[in-house]
């Protein structure tokens, strides 16, 4: 099946670690396909976090981090600040569907 | 530095052909390393990919909406536009066009500011 799942949100206080899960399938994050993570501010476009998996973009902070394994990959993010509250979206390719694939997004609160 | 930037009417009416305009300022849309691509977003809701353009004009579109897009390049005025048929208010979005590096299976960045498209009579 063509989707990819993320937790609809996580939250977390100042200073804490969180993660975000992006979960696929065989056709997708399982076929080998790079996963990227995209950062989205309220009222803005979304900006590259982490490419090719693991990869931070120049400005990006490191305590933002990429992994993936299997069929699944996820965000993490410590030293948490208020400035990440965000919504944060992972992105993969599909081969049945040809095409780029999403994730549905999750929406970090910082407490 | 690359930018990119959205235009087009903001109101469409049912059943009409919605038309976007991607301009790229700051390097080529001939690049032979990108493609070049459109994804929109609903109200409140997460993003979804439409389609992308390599700039030698080769096409891939997302299989549902296949039959009503189509994305075009102009590299003469380094620009590359998306039409939508038969538009209908599911179709109402903010739509962004953005640089797709990294192959089929690559990143978008950067992306542009986003236009929002409503589809209303």
């Known amino acids: 099946q063509s989707v990819l799942t993320q937790p609809p949100s996580v939250s977390g206080a100042p200073g804490q670690r969180v993660t975000i899960s992006c979960t696929g399938s065989?056709?997708?994050?399982?076929?080998?396909?790079?996963v990227h993570w995209y950062q989205q501010l309220p009222g803005t476009a979304p900006k590259l976090l982490i490419y090719?998996?693991?990869n931070r973009p120049s400005g990006v902070p490191d305590r933002f981090s990429g992994s993936k394994s299997g069929t699944s990959a996820s965000l993490a993010i410590t030293g948490l600040q208020a400035e990440d509250e965000a919504d944060y979206y992972c992105?993969?390719?599909?081969?049945?569907?040809?095409?780029?694939?999403f994730g549905g997004g999750t929406k970090l609160t910082v407490l | 530095q690359l930018q990119l930037q959205e235009s087009g009417p903001g109101l469409v009416k049912p059943s009409e052909t919605l038309s976007l305009t991607c301009t790229v300022s700051?390097?080529?849309?001939?690049?032979?390393?990108?493609?070049w691509g459109w994804i929109r977003q609903p109200p409140g809701k997460g993003l979804e990919w439409i389609g992308r353009?390599?700039?030698?004009?080769?096409?891939y579109y997302k299989p549902s909406l296949k039959s009503r897009v189509t994305i075009f390049v102009d590299t003469s005025k380094n620009q590359f536009s998306l039409k939508l048929t038969s538009v209908t208010a599911a179709d109402t979005a903010v739509y962004y066009c953005?640089?797709?590096?990294?192959?089929?299976?690559?990143?978008?960045?950067?992306w542009g500011q986003g236009t929002q498209v409503t589809v209303s009579s």
């Open positions: 953005a640089r797709l590096q990294g192959g089929y299976d690559g990143w978008f960045d950067p």
């Open positions: 700051g390097g080529s849309i001939s690049s032979s390393s990108y493609d």
């Open positions: 353009i390599y700039y030698s004009g080769s096409t």
């Open positions: 065989s056709s997708n994050i399982g076929a080998g396909y790079d």
């Open positions: 090719g998996n693991n």
């Open positions: 992105q993969s390719y599909d081969s049945s569907l040809s095409g780029v694939l």
